[in-house]
């Protein structure tokens, strides 16, 4: 074993001992006072009723400490509409690309029609929009030492190459040390642990016993050692946001439509703010907009006719306008100058105008 980690080892082996001698010992005080099994019983009943306050008392506060996030919907039919793969490549790039820019949580793909059923030959292998946006999407966000483990070939990458990279904090290079590294499980022997391939020049190993091919968030520390003598844990993805405030990349969800968007949360209480963006919305300035106070917050954004349109084509929505289904439905650019301005281009608008909003919410 590595001097450090050895040393790491002996100290917790210590403590262990000493912390065991001091309950032993703690025990039979107790025995000794109250004269009994009872009151052993009682102590460990008060220990466990403790322990339990103690860990939803920390289980609350680690949830209130959680930062607040940024959802964002996109109608997947903007895909539809682009000319060529070359285009529409582009385009996933974009949006990929602002979403990285303003550090949002979560990106929702919603369609409009369902996926025709029984379709067969070409038509079914043709992806439709909203699902070619997720993979590019997908693609883009995993850092490129693991997209050839997690992404087998596809004719829609044939343009990906093209696209400026996102350049997040998790796309840590070969030579740089991150405290925090993404990584694939790999199989092989699993006696001592999972061997995960983290993008540095040896494979490292971790505690946990784990399924090959799976993406996972690896706690590197900051002991330089990548030989299999010094084990590491796995840890939840929300571990770096949450330790170090470091912006972690995206998740990407799939809604057949717009009630999908906010029927399918994955955060347990749902969206508490709901945005959706349109030049039909109101225009207020950015510095007058007050957001309430929020733990997740959701930004929707429409197609080529926009979300009223979205709103009609939903048989969950029907007889709904936009300010029953959204908490705000505003215009983010007011005075526009051409006629339309696209998703595209309202998604960075948008996420700029929102920036300050957020901020003094928060
Ligand atoms: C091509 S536009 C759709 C135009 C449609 N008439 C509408 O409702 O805004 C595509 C999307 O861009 C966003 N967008 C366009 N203009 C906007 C504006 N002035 N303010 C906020 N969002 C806008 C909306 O999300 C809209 O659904």
Redesign the pocket.
Known sequence: MNPACAEAADARKSHHKKDKKEKKKKRKDATDHHGGENAMAEEETVHKKKKRNKDTEEGKKTDQNRKPTVSIAVAGSIIDNAQSLELATLLAGQIARAATVFRIDEIVVFDSCPPVENASGAEAEEESGAQFLIRILQYLETPQYLRRRLFPMHKNFKFVGLLPPLDAPHHVRRHEWSEFREGVTLGGDRSKGTLVDVGLSKDILVEQILEPGKRVTVAMGTNRDITTACVRKVVPPSSPSDEMGSYWGYKVRYASNLSGVFNGSPYKEGYDHIIG?????EAIGSSELTLPAFRHLLI?????????ESIEEDINLKGKGAKDVFTSY?????N?GSR????EE?LLI?LQYFQDPIRRAG
């Open positions: 963006t349109s030049e039909h919305g929707a954004f429409g197609g080529l006719a926009g979300l009223e505003l215009n983010t650019c007011p526009q339309t301005i696209r998703t309202a948008s």
